[in-house]
């Protein structure tokens, strides 16, 4: 039972007009299907065909330059994208904020477990996961644009409670992919630095009577692969594209540390500067205690790695991607979702269980704008078209949540130094505004659970409380009214113990 092995140009002819296509994959590169992405871009190209395709892909796909989706931005092809992530493709950004195509965003968990419902064909997802937010139907449903007028997501009560429901969705074609592929479709993933769900994915192309195409590194004999090592069985796989030039990322032909080969010493990881971002690491970094569980986000939030490492402290609590890596220091920037050292790596759809459970202790997440109802919004500024990623899964559910930041936006510059901070060119954006521009974390959500939340910046820390957002702690050098609460758009609740950050931040 060998399966055909095919040309990527090949595979690409095997996807129908107006099919549902699952794509496996995440950010930088990491885990996606390049070569089958692109001859599905070009074949387009060159012929018209096929037209009008829904996308599904739980995470962003792409480098911010060329891969992943914007090999697929040409008008006509994609008819319907359903995203976790949009930040990693601009040129389909750009489409689908010109209304070119239909777009959803949802969160990155929730689709991750559609594949599971998808292949186990149960009624879909049904969670809290996005209630308050955009997600929710009563807000905006998901939808990112103007043109994108059908709701997929709707509101059930059982027993009393609220839940978001998402039917199943069905599925023509799965791209998938890994490393090693044996002749009868086996395939391993032994230099993939996450494995995120290509099992789910494969088989809810199988059980919806789609197809399944599996891009892979190398050709092996059948029977000579482990089977312990085996992460798609042969049976969900239908066609075999063998890619010699697969990268591990977009940045890496192969690195052992993401994959858990060999373990990196942790000095060459280098020290972030003292500036502004160190500041709010070091900051928030004191809200860790041993033993936490912890999910870093991107951009100001992995400088509390660097911190950690740095200071001597990252063995007291357990760093999580929601890709599947646990323990070890998450990569940072354009490959964010592997990590150097990591003591496993698990299915991105079962990081979620975990996190959507409860499982995370603290959390830290960027923010692009605060509010006076503690509201965040981190997934659309603008012309930003990032969406929510594993953002809402991950602060909704956290014990604990602090978001980072810089105070104000654009062309912001400080001096830090000497156990103080001084302003030397003003933001020209405020970041606490009256109302932020979409809901990507609910306040008042928050609030109904007791959920501890702080907001972090390089000069001020805030805390949600039940009567609002209270101002607890300012820099060193900072004056309260002059440089923090006249510059808000809404006035936080200052108490009489108001602190001060404690020096050694700033030294």
Request: with cysteine.
């Amino acid at each position: 039972m060998q399966k055909p092995i095919l040309s990527a140009a090949e595979a690409a002819a095997l996807v129908p007009d107006g099919a549902w296509v699952a794509v496996q994959g995440s950010g930088g590169g990491v885990g996606e299907p390049t070569a089958l992405l692109r001859a599905l871009g070009t074949r387009y190209r060159e012929s018209g065909a096929p037209k009008d395709l829904t996308l599904v892909h739980s995470t962003g796909l792409g480098d911010k330059k060329e891969i992943g989706l914007d090999y697929l931005a040409i008008p006509g092809l994609v008819k319907r994208d359903i995203a976790g992530h949009l930040g990693m493709a601009p040129a389909m950004g750009k489409l689908i904020l010109e209304n070119k195509l239909e777009c959803y965003n949802f969160p990155q968990g929730v689709l991750s477990h559609m594949y599971r419902a998808v292949a186990a064909k149960t009624p879909g997802v049904i969670t809290k996961v996005g209630l308050g937010t955009y997600i929710d139907p009563r807000l905006e449903g998901g939808k990112m644009n103007a043109a994108t007028k059908e709701d997929l997501v709707e509101v059930l009560t059982v027993k009393g409670e609220e839940y978001l429901f998402w039917p199943r969705f069905s599925f023509d074609v799965a791209f998938v992919r890994g490393t090693t592929a044996d002749a009868k479709g086996n395939i391993t993933f032994e230099e993939e630095g996450a494995f995120l769900e290509n099992l789910s994915i494969a088989q809810a192309a199988k059980n919806s009577g789609g197809i399944v195409v599996a891009q892979a590194k190398y050709l092996a004999q059948a029977g000579t692969l482990d089977a312990q090592q085996v992460k798609i069985p042969g049976i969900y796989v239908d066609y075999i594209v063998v890619d010699s030039e697969q990268k591990q990322t977009c940045l890496d032909v192969y690195n052992p540390a993401y994959c858990g080969r060999i373990k990196v010493p942790r000095d060459s990881i280098p020290p972030i500067p003292l500036d502004e971002r160190k500041v709010v690491a070091r900051r928030a970094a004191k809200e860790l205690f041993p033993g936490a569980v912890v999910n870093l986000g991107v951009g100001f939030p992995s400088g509390i790695a660097a911190v950690a490492t740095e200071e001597g402290f990252i063995d007291d609590f357990t760093l999580t991607v929601e890709q599947g890596a646990v323990g070890g220091t998450p990569v940072g920037g354009v490959v964010f979702g592997v990590a150097y050292n990591a003591e496993a790596i698990i299915p991105m759809d079962a990081q979620f269980a975990f996190y959507d459970g409860g499982g995370l202790d603290v959390a830290f997440l960027g923010m692009a704008e605060a509010d006076a109802r503690g509201n965040v919004n981190s997934s659309k500024v603008g012309a930003m078209l990032a969406g929510c990623g594993g953002f809402i899964n991950i602060t909704q559910n956290a014990k604990e949540v602090v978001f980072c930041g810089t105070f104000r936006a654009k062309d912001f510059a400080c001096r830090v130094g000497g156990g103080s901070l001084s302003i030397e060119s003003e933001g020209k954006f405020p970041k606490f505004v009256e109302r932020v521009n979409q809901v990507t974390f609910s306040g008042d959500y928050a609030r109904k659970k007791g959920q501890r939340v702080l907001y972090v910046t390089e000069r001020a820390v805030f805390e949600l409380f039940a009567d609002g957002v209270h101002l607890i702690e300012v820099a060193p050098g900072i004056d309260p009214v002059r440089d923090v609460v006249d510059l808000m758009e809404f006035k936080p609740i200052v108490g009489p113990d108001l602190k001060t950050m404690d020096q050694e931040l700033f030294r």
